[in-house]
């Protein structure tokens, strides 16, 4: 038998020939190359004719025996009997066919911004990574790394390391008013692990969940994946603003809802509105998820009261990260149960993921323990603050007396109102040729409400970048304003 071809060039670099051996019969074999039952040359004989040496095929044979693509005994070594293969028609069809997502994945697949774009002017929800605190937050990480012990070398014990549990209910008490302790707290891979935790264990498959309209879309791909099925709710001047059809027809499981800031458009959920929310969602037997987006970076005054603290016994679990506060890629947030369910859903969770993070954990807990995170949240919300007021001034000389904006009371966006002869979609795909960041208010809206404008972010634009930005957003603007009026 000619085998020749086994070690024949191009041969992979920095790979032992007796790999590469190995995989291209694994291969011939696995295609039908060579099939079932074709005896292969001695090990002695196979050697001499491809010039190498004996142990390289003794460890591709012996290797292939292993996984039963090879049989040997007395009578040799010869191809095993594999499964038959169907045989795909020409273009791949079957393959398309029998190798697919599931039907729920398809939620997973919707359009949206490109990664990069958050490195863009404007990009909302993009945080100002030059002023993360590199020097307390090395710090912190070298105490984390000297004082580490097995335990943070492996999965993070129930709910999350103590410590950092520990840090996260003081620092809520004493900032958010909230009176909680450590063993309401479950430590999360951030907001979108925290709401998939809510949707497999707050809720089973096929149950209804309240989503805002517009609303945060990440939020709607978390629900969809665990099988519930989404309603959607529209926002008003006060926030979520659900009617008597919504109560009776589409009775909820899960209400989720971003009251202190909602995403996108900046409104803030009034007093009574959150109060009705929490007695309504009581008597249907309800939860409410209460993302409290963007409370930390109030324009002036405090922050409203979070549902969570407004009654003891209101059925709301409360969703917290340090994406913004921090940095995404750290990858730490957390969950605020009521007492009755905090032990039990800290088991589960521990069930349905493998938490770990153990050293990241324990950094983050010294860092809120000995003040530093106080202390960065103090000097981000002053320079937040003063890059919105910037932005308002820059935008309103630019627009004059048409403009409309809204959101400005925390976070790190505004939403700028278009009037509806000009296309938000189509403004944003000028503002990107214009290397601009902004998204359009739409994309976060689901029929039959409308909603036209721009969602601007203001975290990352630097000062010397403000007037550049503002004029070729002026620009993608106006161009299709002309580009309206012409058609």
């Known amino acids: 038998m000619e085998l020749d071809w086994l070690?024949?060039?191009?041969?992979?670099?920095?790979?032992?020939?007796?790999?590469?051996?190995?995989?291209?019969?694994?291969?011939?074999?696995?295609?039908?190359?060579?099939?079932?039952?074709?005896?292969?040359?001695?090990?002695?004989?196979?050697?001499?004719?491809l010039k190498i040496a004996r142990n390289t095929v003794l460890f591709a044979y012996e290797q292939l025996v292993a996984e039963g693509c090879l049989l040997a005994d007395r009578q040799g070594t010869r191809v095993a009997p594999l499964p038959e293969r169907s045989v795909a028609p020409s273009g791949g069809e079957a393959s398309a066919v029998s190798l697919q997502l599931s039907a729920r994945a398809a939620a997973a697949l919707q359009p949206e911004p490109a990664r990069e774009a958050a490195a863009l002017p404007f990009a909302p929800g993009t945080p100002d990574y030059g002023a993360f605190p590199f020097r307390s937050w090395r710090a912190s990480l070298e105490r984390a790394w000297r004082d580490a012990g097995w335990r943070q070398l492996g999965y993070a014990a129930h709910g999350g390391d103590p410590a950092l549990r520990e840090a996260i209910a003081g620092h809520l008490t004493t900032v958010r008013g909230l009176a909680v302790d450590a063993a309401q707290i479950v430590i999360t891979s951030g907001t979108q692990a925290a709401l998939d935790l809510c949707a497999r264990l707050l809720a089973d498959h096929g149950d209804t969940v309240w989503a805002e309209n517009p609303g945060y879309l990440a939020a709607r791909v978390a629900f969809n994946l665990a099988g519930l099925r989404v309603h959607d709710v529209p926002v008003d001047s006060e926030g979520l603003a659900p009617n008597e059809d919504d109560w009776s027809k589409h009775p909820p499981r899960l209400i989720m809802i971003t009251p202190s800031h909602q995403y996108p458009t900046g409104r803030v959920m009034s007093l009574p509105r959150r109060l009705a929310l929490i007695e309504q969602a009581r008597r249907s037997g309800a939860w409410i998820i209460e993302d409290d987006y963007d409370s930390e970076f109030r324009r002036a005054g405090p922050a409203p009261p979070a549902l969570f603290g407004l009654q003891a016994d209101a059925p709301v679990v409360y969703v917290g990260t340090f994406s913004k506060t921090l940095y995404p890629g750290l990858r730490l947030g957390y969950l605020v149960l009521p007492h009755a369910i905090a032990t039990d859903f800290a088991r589960a969770t521990t069930q349905a993921t493998r938490a770990g993070q153990g050293i990241e954990q324990r950094t983050l807990a010294d860092f809120i323990q000995r003040g530093y995170y106080t202390s960065h949240l103090r000097s981000m919300r002053a320079r937040y603050a003063a890059r919105q007021a910037a932005l308002r001034t820059a935008l309103r000389e630019a627009f004059g007396s048409?403009?409309?904006?809204?959101?400005?009371?925390?976070?790190?966006?505004?939403?700028?109102?278009?009037?509806?002869?000009?296309?938000?979609?189509?403004?944003?795909?000028?503002?990107?040729?214009?290397?601009?960041?902004v998204r359009a208010l739409s994309s976060y809206t689901r029929a039959p409400m409308t909603c036209n404008g721009l969602v601007i972010g203001y975290g990352n634009l630097e000062e010397g970048m403000l007037a550049e930005a503002v004029r070729r957003l002026v620009a993608a603007v106006q161009a299709e304003d002309r580009q309206r009026r012409e058609d």
């Open 402 to 437: 048409s403009l409309e904006l809204s959101g400005g009371e925390a976070g790190l966006h505004l939403v700028l109102w278009l009037p509806d002869s000009i296309r938000d979609s189509d403004v944003v795909k000028r503002a990107a040729a214009l290397g601009l960041g």
């Open 7 to 49: 070690l024949a060039p191009p041969l992979p670099e920095a790979m032992p020939r007796q790999r590469v051996l190995y995989l291209r019969l694994r291969d011939a074999i696995l295609s039908g190359r060579l099939a079932p039952g074709t005896p292969l040359p001695a090990s002695r004989s196979l050697a001499a004719s």
